[in-house]
């Protein structure tokens, strides 16, 4: 069992940043990958970013290439999100997801543990 808690969301201006942490706890951080994904009002959940096991490889959304860093602290057992350039398209409630395996995924159906989300408001 792997439970999941996400923080560090909030409301921020247009071209502001956040930077979103997830807490895990039970299984052993460092044994398995990790994502992000989100979901706006009225719109399915979309996959944001991932992270293998050890930090080493990645991969993003185009819609935020450029702008958003995953990064994970294993000694710490947490995840991390830092959204620079924030857009009001960028609104969502913001998930952390952990796949039970060593490489990323970009497939809700990948990932078996998901944190309870954290609320994300970019005003124009």
């Known amino acids: 069992q792997v439970q999941l808690v996400e923080s560090g969301g909030g409301l921020v201006q247009a071209g502001g940043s956040l930077r979103l942490s997830c807490a895990a706890s039970g299984r052993t951080f460092s044994s398995y990958a990790m994502g992000w994904f989100r979901q706006a009002p009225g719109k399915e959940r979309e996959f944001v970013a991932t992270?293998?096991?050890?930090?080493?490889?990645?991969k993003y959304a185009d819609s935020v290439k450029g702008r958003f860093t995953i990064s994970r602290d294993n000694a710490k057992n947490t995840l991390y999100l830092k959204m620079n350039t924030l857009k009001p398209e960028d609104t969502a409630v913001y998930y952390c997801a952990a796949r039970m395996t060593t490489g990323w995924g970009i497939a809700e159906k990948e990932y078996e543990y998901w944190g309870q989300g954290t609320q994300v408001t970019v005003s124009s």
């Open positions: 992270i293998n096991w050890i930090g080493g490889s990645t």
